[in-house]
Nanobody
């Protein structure tokens, strides 16, 4: 089994920072892309930021210049550093990872895994 566990959500005032963490654990052979998505009430889930295992990043236009997505490959962790937060950033944030499952010591299938979600609320 593979699990993604998120932490770091909460309530913050507009303009403030917040850092989310996501740790992958279990039968992992290797991890490809890792990313963060968010879903606000009444809206579809959207990509916030993504990072490849080589460190190439991609950001939604709405967060460029404010959010960064560091990654620690040795720890199988990804983070979302959010600065200059706005009320419109309020959402449930989900960690995502594309992981090759480890089976009998060899590389198994590539699957898409999701964290349980963490609430971020930005007050005005």
């Amino acid at each position: 089994q593979v699990q993604l566990v998120e932490s770091g959500g909460g309530l913050v005032h507009a303009g403030g920072p917040l850092r989310l963490s996501c740790a992958a654990s279990g039968s992992i052979f290797s991890i490809n892309d890792m990313g963060w998505y968010r879903q606000a009430p009444g809206k579809q889930r959207e990509l916030v930021a993504q990072i490849t295992n080589g460190g190439t990043t991609n950001y939604a236009d709405s967060v460029k210049g404010r959010f960064t997505i560091p990654r620690d490959n040795a720890k199988n962790e990804v983070y979302l550093q959010m600065n200059s937060l706005k009320p419109e950033d309020t959402a449930v944030y989900y960690c995502n990872a594309k992981i090759f499952y480890k089976y009998a010591g060899t590389r198994g299938a590539l699957n898409d895994y999701w964290g349980q979600g963490t609430q971020v609320t930005v007050s005005s």
